[in-house]
């Protein structure tokens, strides 16, 4: 079992920055992709990004140049780095993480863009 613990949300103007951080707790060395995902109101939950333990990274083409997913080491702690925030990208943020088998996800934190 994975636990993740998200911190970092809140209300930004547009054009401002936020970083999310994402805390995994338990059998982290289960891991092999961690990532972000997003649900907007009346919306599906949508990829945002994601990082293998290799650090290969994969991102939604919404967000592309604007947002860098990292980590410290191999696993934990994963961060997203937002820039250039828009209307937009106001939705729930969520961290998944995954061992090939099973998916975890975090309780979210809400991200609020105003314009």
């Known amino acids: 079992q994975v636990q993740l613990v998200e911190s970092g949300g809140g209300l930004v103007q547009a054009g401002g920055s936020l970083r999310l951080s994402c805390a995994a707790s338990g059998d982290i060395f289960s891991i092999n992709v961690m990532g972000w995902y997003r649900q907007a109101p009346g919306k599906q939950r949508e990829l945002v990004a994601r990082?293998?333990?290799?650090?290969?990274?994969v991102y939604a083409d919404s967000v592309k140049g604007r947002f860098t997913i990292s980590r410290d080491n191999a696993r934990n702690p994963v961060y997203l780095k937002m820039n250039s925030l828009k209307p937009d990208d106001t939705a729930v943020y969520y961290c998944v993480a995954t061992d090939g088998r099973s998916y975890y996800w975090g309780q979210g934190t809400q991200v609020t863009v105003s314009s």
């Open positions: 990082i293998t333990t290799a650090g290969s990274t």
